[in-house]
């Protein structure tokens, strides 16, 4: 079992920031895929970023530009920047991982083992 913990969400007014982290611990993989999704209320789980074990990234278009996902292995940590936050950013962001280190990264389906969530508000 991998455990997943995210912290660093709260309530902030739109073009601010914050930056959310995601501890993985138990039986982590050996070259893990990490990835954010977020989930507004009524609406399907949805893509964010995800970042390969060899550092290739990817974002959401709705993001892109404005996010940074980052990882540090030794610490089996991934980190998600969002900059320039926008109401519409409001929603519960999950983090995830996959046991393969390939570019199928996009879908919820792709991942193993998900955390419990924490809140990201954008107050305009």
């Known amino acids: 079992q991998v455990q997943l913990v995210e912290s660093g969400g709260g309530l902030v007014q739109a073009g601010g920031s914050l930056r959310l982290s995601c501890a993985a611990s138990?039986?982590?993989?050996?070259?893990?895929?990490m990835g954010w999704f977020r989930q507004a209320p009524g609406k399907e789980r949805e893509f964010v970023a995800a970042?390969?074990?060899?550092?290739?990234?990817y974002y959401a278009e709705s993001v892109k530009g404005r996010f940074t996902i980052s990882r540090d292995n030794a610490k089996n940590t991934v980190y998600l920047q969002m900059n320039s936050l926008k109401p519409e950013d409001t929603a519960v962001y999950y983090c995830?991982?996959?046991?393969?280190?390939?570019?199928?990264?996009?879908?919820?389906?792709?991942?193993?083992?998900w955390g419990q969530g924490t809140q990201v508000t954008v107050s305009s």
């Open positions: 970042i390969r074990y060899s550092g290739i990234t």
């Open positions: 138990g039986r982590t993989f050996s070259r893990p895929t």
């Open positions: 995830a991982t996959k046991n393969s280190d390939t570019a199928v990264v996009r879908a919820v389906f792709n991942y193993d083992y």
